[in-house]
């Protein structure tokens, strides 16, 4: 039904006013969900030649467009925030089954299961957008006006931790993001 989908639409602008950690390349500001959601899924369709397992760019952009849509109402979790994903799971199931349940049912179906497979990180095209998700907040840390790792305590190990996707699906990727983690903290950036 028409209304159900405008209803989705009109809600998910409020994307727009969740704010993340990362800071645009400008340093001007905080990057929104709206704006990560994009560059990410624009990251699948340029970088899918360096997966070295078969994904489905398709599936992967729909997933990276909907895989924050439940900070909409469950706000944030900064990747460095023990305490904030303490509760994370719960916040975010309550906020998938609300707001893709605006949509008609096959659809609202469709997107909460692309997003719960995103969650769960167990099919090709999970691993490659967990790991587009991960890596472009990297990029912007490394070539920002504005790091977000030198505005809180986030150490090289931490950020190590966070590229396990990368590494699982793109030897070549896992490279870059590895050179350009090892050069913010070794060489001229890091704490």
Not at 15 to 28: A, E, L, W
Not at 91 to 104: P, S, T, V
Not at 184 to 189: E, L, M, V
Request: overall charge negative.
């Amino acid at each position: 039904m028409l209304e159900n989908q405008i209803n989705f639409i009109i809600e998910i602008d409020k994307m727009k006013s969740v704010y993340r950690r990362t800071y645009i390349t400008s340093g001007d500001r905080r990057e929104n969900d709206a704006e990560h959601s994009f560059h990410v899924a624009m990251m699948a369709h340029l970088l899918v030649k360096y997966a070295d397992k078969p994904v489905n760019v398709d599936r992967v952009c729909k997933m990276l467009l909907a895989h924050d849509i439940v900070e909409v109402d469950a706000g944030d979790t900064f990747a460095y925030d023990a305490k904030g994903y303490e509760d994370k799971e719960d916040r975010e199931m309550k906020a998938a089954k609300r707001l893709f349940g605006i949509l008609d049912q096959d659809l609202g179906e469709e997107f909460f299961n692309l997003w719960l497979e995103f969650e769960d990180v167990k099919t090709n095209d999970a691993l490659f957008a967990n790991a587009l998700d991960r890596l472009q907040p990297i990029m912007m840390n490394y070539y920002g006006k504005v790091t977000t790792w030198s505005l809180y305590p986030i150490s090289k190990e931490m950020v190590f931790q966070r590229l396990e996707p990368i590494e699982k699906i793109s030897k070549k990727l896992w490279t870059y993001a590895r050179e350009i983690v090892e050069d913010y903290f070794d060489n001229h950036k890091g704490l």
